[in-house]
């Protein structure tokens, strides 16, 4: 059995042990703590020199002579792109008044045709029905002219009143006019009244290229059987439309009547000239876009649906800067000119050329001011950069 003593020294000792386990848990978790909401080291910076910086020897720094930028006023040029369009005044439908079975078709899609060009025939029931309208109201017309004749002669020798002679003459009148009527139907449907038949001719109405076809062989015809009585549309191409997407803020650049040259991607070498004919009065709400129409005299060779680009000179003079041709660098489908940047340096600057000036001279549109220097040779000065 353990003294009193005994066990008073083994109570210390454990005592001991367990405040020395606390102190060591509890100093561990201040290390982890302090390690792991330390902050981060910091980021190293890595100096990257500007591509754009060309640093020439003093010793060649003359070689590379400077130029100020002029100033010029020039109309600004406005380019939009399109497609070629049917001028829709000038397209015409084959209409086929008659209903029936399209027994014969002279003519097909995209097929070029001359006014009164047998397109396609008809045969129609309608024919037979008008026809028989015609021959009644003939008959009828005959009769009633001659009631009529007999009953001028009565009155003549006073057999009959003035009122039967005024009778006979509204019956006559009454047949002229249903006969008329007769002869009227029967030339809408297209048919001769002296050479009845139940076949239908459909002629070409102007010259141009059919555009849309929407009948076919032992198809019905009429918008009584087929639902439309166009058969064909045809379109005269001798003038057509470019229509282009003009942005909202270059619309006021624009003005009915205003010269457009255009410039078909098939036919590069073979530019044309149009007028603007309308401005459409509806943005995209989308692309906020109008739709600009342009009247074109088609030479031949022009297709609908091609692609076109049309450039406009705007009203509106705008200042720029001018410098010469050989200041431009064309690098990567970007313009560039180098300007002085102090102590033999030239920085490689972005900005948008516009056209070509006489006396080997460039349009400046944005990135440069009038007044500022550049090198005149800009392929002389970029050479001698990546050397």
Same mark, same amino acid.
């Given at each position: ?9 083994? *109570? ?6 367990a ?5 060591t ?5 201040? !290390? ?16 990257v020199?500007d591509?754009? &910086? ?24 406005l380019i939009?792109?399109?497609? /070629?369009?049917?001028?829709?005044? $000038? ?9 029936? *079975? ?5 003519? !097909? ?9 047998l ?16 021959? *009644?109201?003939? @008959? ?8 009529y004749? !007999?009953t ?42 002296? %050479?009845p038949?139940?076949?239908? @001719? ?16 032992? #198809? ?21 439309w ?32 149009? $007028? ?6 509806? &943005?995209?709400?989308?692309? !906020? ?7 074109v ?13 049309? =450039?406009?000179?705007? *009203?509106?003079?705008e200042? %720029?800067? /001018? ?6 660098? %064309?690098?990567?489908d ?42 005149t ?5 970029? =050479? #001698?950069?990546?050397?």
């Open positions: 059995m353990m003294s009193n003593d005994s066990f008073m020294r083994y *109570r210390t000792t454990l005592l001991v042990f405040v020395a386990a606390s102190l848990l509890v100093f561990s978790g201040c !290390r982890s703590k302090s390690e792991g909401d330390g902050a981060p080291p910091p980021a190293k910076v890595i100096q020199p591509m754009n &910086l060309i640093t020439i020897d003093s010793n060649d720094a003359d070689k590379f002579t400077l130029a100020s930028a002029e100033k010029i006023e020039l109309a600004d040029e939009a792109t399109g497609a /070629v369009l049917p001028d829709v005044s $000038r397209e015409i439908p084959v209409i086929s008044m008659a209903n029936g *079975r399209v027994v014969d078709i002279r003519a !097909r899609l995209d097929d070029n045709v001359k006014k009164g060009q397109l396609l025939k008809v045969q129609s029931p309608d024919i037979t029905n008008a026809f028989d309208t015609y021959l *009644r109201a003939a @008959n009828d017309e005959q009769l009633a002219n001659k009631a004749v !007999r001028q002669d009565l009155y003549q020798h006073g057999a009959v009143s003035q009122a039967m002679l005024e009778q006979a003459e509204d019956s006559e009148k009454d047949a002229k006019a249903d006969l008329t009527a007769a002869e009227e139907q029967l030339k809408t449907l297209g048919v001769d009244k002296n %050479h038949s139940s076949i239908v @001719n459909i002629y070409a109405p102007i010259s141009g290229v059919i555009v849309a076809q929407n009948v076919t062989d032992a #198809a019905a015809a009429g918008v009584g059987l087929s639902g439309s009585a166009t058969a064909f549309t045809i379109a005269d191409l001798s003038r057509v470019v229509v282009c997407d003009v942005y909202e803020n270059d619309i006021p650049k624009l003005q009915l009547g205003q010269e457009a040259k255009i410039a078909i991607n098939a036919y590069p070498d073979r530019p044309l000239t149009g $007028r603007i004919s309308d401005i459409g009065p509806i &943005l995209d709400p989308s692309l !906020r876009t109008a739709k600009v129409r342009i009247e005299a088609n030479p031949g060779f022009l297709k609908l649906g091609m692609f076109a680009k049309a =450039t406009f000179t705007s *009203r509106m003079k200042t %720029h800067a /001018v410098v010469p041709a050989n200041a431009v660098l %064309h690098l990567h970007r313009d560039w000119v180098f300007v002085p940047a102090g102590d033999n340096h030239f920085k490689r600057t972005e900005v948008r050329a516009g056209q070509m000036l006489s006396g080997s001279r460039q349009e400046i549109l944005s990135g440069l001011e009038p007044g500022q220097q550049v090198v040779n800009a392929l002389l000065l970029e =050479t #001698a950069g990546n050397q």
